[in-house]
Nanobody
């Protein structure tokens, strides 16, 4: 059974830091690209950061560049999102996604999300 499970969300003050984790099981983790998305109330889900299957390539939304860092540990089947200098506008539910192309088919799995609230 494929599972993608986020953890590490919570309440943090503006300017603070938080690290999200996403653990995957039931997949060959090192073959999947991993990404973090977020969705704030009333807004569409947006890509925050993505990392290639090997970890050699990353990309970020302009709004988080220089503040957030995505990384992965293929030995532990886990991807991380280090979030620094958090702002109230970073408040959202953060989702982890695993995806890959194989044999002409696209495979994707989403986690259930973890709430991040930035507030004083």
């Amino acid at each position: 059974q494929v599972q993608v499970v986020e953890s590490g969300g919570g309440l943090v003050q503006p300017g603070g830091s938080l690290t999200l984790s996403c653990a995957a099981s039931g997949i060959t983790f090192s073959s999947y690209g991993m990404s973090w998305y977020r969705q704030a109330p009333g807004l569409e889900r947006e890509l925050v950061a993505a990392i290639s299957s090997s970890g050699g390539s990353t990309n970020y939304a302009d709004s988080v560049k220089g503040r957030f860092t995505i990384s992965r540990d293929n030995g532990k089947d886990t991807v991380f999102l280090q979030m620094n200098s958090l702002k109230p506008e970073d408040t959202a539910v953060y989702y982890c996604k695993a995806d890959r192309w194989l044999g002409g088919r696209y495979y994707t799995r989403w986690g259930q999300g973890t709430q991040v609230t930035v507030s004083s």
